[in-house]
């Protein structure tokens, strides 16, 4: 297989820079009578990381189900690379869109490795009767998954690792395997929902590193946080949903001075609208309280 | 005993102590136990009972019979792993593991199996006035050796603090635990470190010689002719492997198999191949062929339920498919198809009339998840049944003969090979059962090869990667259905498979032998407990299973009724205890997996 010598500077599900990887066109999502996502519209370039935020229950999750076939969209569609994605999710993998979970979801009693090969599932064609069988392109085709997912290890840093059960990895790891799966998967497009959501800073620092390497692979990535600096670090342009409409769409200083975020987030300013000290002093207040909240952790699991 | 007067002596020092369960000082402990395992040898020699009304002869002095042989080898295991706890050169090999451990294991197996002899001497007889001196000698020196054994060292877990605001209930609860938790740590036994590597040929005889051992455990086993034998058997073997798992043995000879996976099936395989050449007639072969159809199709049913996690109640009705098929196309009588296929033909027809009922009833039912899935596999399973008794030409359209079913399915022949005749091979005379058990082994040998080929590639994992969790799985690529269809169809192919001997095996195929529940294996409640009982996803795990689930039934015959609840609450006992299994799996091993060798860095990533 040619993985080998691709492999080395780009990802074969790479497209070249500028290229339009992933345009979704008034998604609208609706379960029942609840409208989760209205007429949503994002583009996604080649080499390009997009960050998707906004305030809890925006909708972000169900855009990004729609995105990866685990929904279909009521209404609008989704085309990958010109095409419209398909209504199974294993095709829309198939077709270059890999994605992580908001709570991880590995196969906790396989090993590292064999998680990773499991990512490898769409690019290989082995059947059950070449498995039966053991025919020499059997054998080529398991010791090049098993090269390319020991490299995509390397590449995350779990290298050591291959042999352990994934759920005995701590949870920092436990996402960077889960990154890797996903990248075994050779897509043009990778998904990221939460990505350091219960990270600490210095975690949250080297996930930001594993996202610039994974776009300098070529890979297009769209990202769903809360961490406000991870993201106006990371993304090239961030989109913001709130109440399962697109409120803007920008880079990130843009989106930072924007009003409706600072409203959608913080709340509608009163009749006669406060001057910029009292702004100040409520996110002072706010940054206050995450704080008194952080050292009382235990707080929600108190029973 | 005069436990009290130690911890009153030694009350200060509760953290990790070097305490035992006895009173008595380790070197007496360990001098007695060892002592007592040889006496223990000495007085299976001796007479028990006077009276050869006892089954089993334990009349005659110098020569031990039935029960006393397995006390002797408990005896012989004791003294051995005593003197190796004295760190005696060549025999500290023998336990790689916790001697002390092995040698308390080994003294009570031993002890449970001498005093059941005992109390079945005299209850059976009527009183203790029935034992020999040497019944009195026995039940005395297993019990020094016990005494002594439980004297040895070990480490006693710290206690916990009990709340003091507990109830009397939760203070006995908590005491009874901590009870519990000492007994537990006074057999618990520490992993072997790793061996270091033999070579290659003192491994395959490493294997060699488990295989014999295997052999030699199963065919006595099977052979065993009176219930109080079997259950002495079972003491003697369960306590014994247990002791060798203690003594670190089971951990080394493992670790060995799992070095020569090919060398340690074909040992499997010559050794099940030698079971018919160890049996001077053909009762207990008919036995083997049975167990040997239950375990092929637990083993089957494995692919379905292990690996691919679907739970399949009706998983039987595949194994009927495949009977009926080949009994239908065997030339029977009572088929009205009046023709005989050679043996080739039937088998893979069976199975592929079994894969395309596979395929038809996994279609609409593999889209359903968990509980429900098992709910829908039950009904087709019955429906199967139903349908077979009805299509007797009155219910139905004349094709299976109803509840009579194909009768008088002819012996096969292969290649001029009447299987239903007795053949002289290497001075052994190989009855009809034999043979069949042979064709049978060749089936299993199929299956194996296609579990453990199937299991470890991208399929495989697939499955793997559906049972753990179906939606990842999905964003991963994996088309679900087409994956869990794959393994269905698998799995019904392989039951087809075995089901085509089994129509000749057994000469009649009815109805009633392919239900849910029923007293005799196989059925689909007992093919799933097989695969439970022995391990999800392993090869051996099911094997050991369906032999002992064929066997317990069969040797124990004076349960009677009571056999199904007995087998009700063995196995709630044994999924409190041991959950995943009598042989689990790799990946339950691997959860204590700490170190691991650097892996090759084949190239440098891609970033």
């Given at each position: ?8 500077d ?15 066109r ?12 209205r007429?949503?519209?994002l ?6 990381i ?18 990866t ?48 090969l499991?990512?490898r ?23 090049a998954?098993r ?65 610039f ?19 106006m670090?990371?993304c ?19 989106v930072q001075?924007d ?11 009163f ?12 996110e002072?207040?706010?940054a ?16 | ?17 070097q ?26 020699f001796?007479?028990?009972t006077?009276?050869?009304?006892f ?17 002797l ?79 040895l ?11 003091p ?55 006595y ?41 090919n060398?340690?099936?074909?040992g ?21 062929v ?43 009588p009572s ?32 889209r359903l998840r ?70 049978m ?14 299991s ?39 039951a ?15 109805p ?36 002992l689930?064929?066997?317990i039934p ?18 709630v ?35």
């Amino acid at each position: 297989m040619t993985t080998d010598t691709t492999t080395k500077d780009a990802a074969p599900g790479a497209t070249a820079p500028g290229q339009t990887v992933l345009d979704a066109r008034g998604v609208t999502m609706r379960f029942g009578g609840l409208t989760a996502v209205r007429n949503v519209d994002l583009t996604v370039n080649s080499g390009e990381i997009v960050g998707l935020i906004g305030p809890n229950g925006a909708g972000k999750t169900t855009f990004f189900n729609c995105l990866t076939g685990l929904y279909i969209p009521t209404e609008g569609e989704v085309r990958y690379k010109g095409n419209v994605l398909p209504p199974k999710s294993f095709k829309v993998t198939a077709a270059g869109i890999a994605r992580t979970f908001q709570n991880i979801r590995l196969f906790a009693n396989m090993t590292v490795l064999e998680n990773v090969l499991v990512g490898r599932h769409t690019r290989t064609k082995e059947g059950l009767w070449s498995a039966l069988l053991r025919g020499p392109g059997f054998h080529r085709a398991e010791k090049a998954s098993r090269e390319r997912a020991m490299e995509l290890l390397t590449f995350v840093g779990l290298e050591k690792k291959s042999e352990h059960l994934a759920r005995n990895l701590p949870y920092g790891e436990q996402r960077k395997l889960e990154i890797a799966r996903a990248l075994a998967s050779e897509p043009g497009l990778l998904l990221l929902d939460e990505p350091t959501a219960g990270m600490n800073p210095q975690e949250t620092r080297a996930t930001e590193e594993l996202v610039f390497a994974i776009r300098d692979m070529g890979i297009a990535v769209l990202v769903i946080e809360h961490d406000m600096r991870f993201i106006m670090n990371l993304c090239d342009r961030v989109a913001v949903l709130v109440q399962g409409e697109k409120l803007i769409e920008g880079d990130s200083a843009t989106v930072q001075g924007d009003e409706r975020v600072i409203a959608a987030y913080l709340g509608e300013p009163f009749e006669n609208a406060p001057g910029d000290d009292e702004v100040a002093e409520v996110e002072a207040a706010e940054a206050h309280a995450e704080t008194t909240t952080d050292a009382a952790p235990g707080k929600e699991n108190d029973r | 005993m005069t436990t009290q007067t130690t911890t009153a002596e030694t009350p200060s020092t509760p953290t990790a102590a070097q305490t035992s369960l006895i009173g008595l000082p380790a070197p007496l402990g360990r001098a007695l136990a060892t002592a007592g395992g040889a006496l223990t040898i000495i007085s299976t020699f001796l007479a028990w009972t006077w009276t050869a009304a006892f089954p089993g002869d334990l009349t005659v002095y110098g020569y031990p019979g039935g029960l006393q042989v397995l006390v002797l080898i408990g005896g012989a295991l004791t003294t051995l792993f005593g003197l190796a706890s004295y760190g005696i050169k060549g025999l500290s090999l023998l336990t790689p593991g916790s001697a002390d451990s092995a040698v308390k294991t080994a003294a009570l197996g031993t002890f449970a199996t001498a005093w059941y002899t005992v109390i079945a001497i005299s209850t059976d007889l009527g009183g203790v006035v029935n034992l020999e001196p040497g019944g009195y000698v026995v039940a005395a020196t297993t019990l020094a050796a016990l005494i002594g054994a439980l004297a040895l060292p070990f480490e006693r877990p710290q206690p916990e603090l009990a709340d003091p605001d507990d109830t009397g209930w939760e203070k006995f609860r908590h005491q009874s635990r901590q009870n519990w938790n000492t007994v537990k740590a006074a057999f618990a036994a520490k992993p072997p470190a790793p061996a270091a590597k033999l070579p290659a040929y003192a491994e395959i005889l490493v294997i060699v010689a488990a295989m014999a051992l295997g052999l030699t455990v199963f065919t006595y086993g099977i052979g065993t002719e009176y219930d109080q034998l079997f259950i002495g058997f079972l003491i003697t073997a369960g306590f014994g492997f247990a002791a060798l798992a203690k003594a670190g043995l089971v951990a080394r000879v493992s670790a060995i198999t799992a070095r020569h996976r090919n060398s340690t099936m074909a040992g499997a395989f010559i050794a099940a191949a030698a079971f018919p050449f160890t049996q001077s007639d053909d009762q207990y072969a008919t036995i083997g062929v049975y167990i040997l159809i239950f375990a092929t199709v637990a083993l089957g049913l494995n692919i379905v339920v292990g690996l691919a996690g679907l739970l399949d109640l009706g998983y039987v009705a595949f194994l009927g498919v495949g009977a009926y098929t080949a009994a239908l196309v065997s030339g029977s009588p009572s088929s009205p198809l009046h023709v005989q296929w050679p043996f080739w033909a039937s088998a893979l027809l069976g199975a592929a009339v079994a894969m395309v009922f596979g395929v038809l009833i996994g279609a609409p039912t593999l889209r359903l998840r968990g509980d429900y899935l098992a709910i829908v596999t039950l009904g087709f399973g019955e429906i199967f049944r139903i349908t077979v008794l009805n299509m007797d030409g009155t219910s139905g359209p004349d094709v299976t003969n109803g509840s009579n079913g194909i009768s008088s399915v002819p012996n096969l022949n292969i290649l001029g090979f009447d299987l239903g005749q007795e053949h002289q091979i290497l001075g052994t005379t190989v009855g009809r059962f034999a043979n069949y058990f042979l064709l049978m082994l060749l089936i299993t040998l199929v299956v194996v090869v296609v579990f453990r080929r199937s299991s470890d590639s991208r399929i495989g994992r697939a499955w793997i990667a559906i049972r753990e969790d179906e939606t990842a799985a999905l964003a991963m690529g994996i088309n679900g259905f087409r994956v869990k269809l794959i393994a269905f169809a698998l799995g019904a192919c392989l039951a087809g498979l075995a089901g085509s001997v089994q129509a000749h095996v057994t000469y009649t195929v009815t109805p009633e032998q392919y239900q849910f529940a029923h007293v005799v294996p196989p059925n689909s409640a007992f093919l799933l407990a097989a695969v439970v009982l022995g391990g999800m996803g392993t090869i051996a795990g099911p094997l050991v299973g369906a032999a002992l689930l064929y066997l317990i039934p069969a040797k124990l015959q004076f349960l009677g009724d009571y056999q199904l609840f007995a087998f009700g609450v063995a196995l709630v006992i044994l999924m409190r205890f041991r959950p995943e299994g009598l042989i689990p799996n790799r990946r339950r091993q691997l959860e204590f997996h700490e170190e691991t060798e650097a892996p090759a860095v084949l190239s440098k990533a891609g970033a």
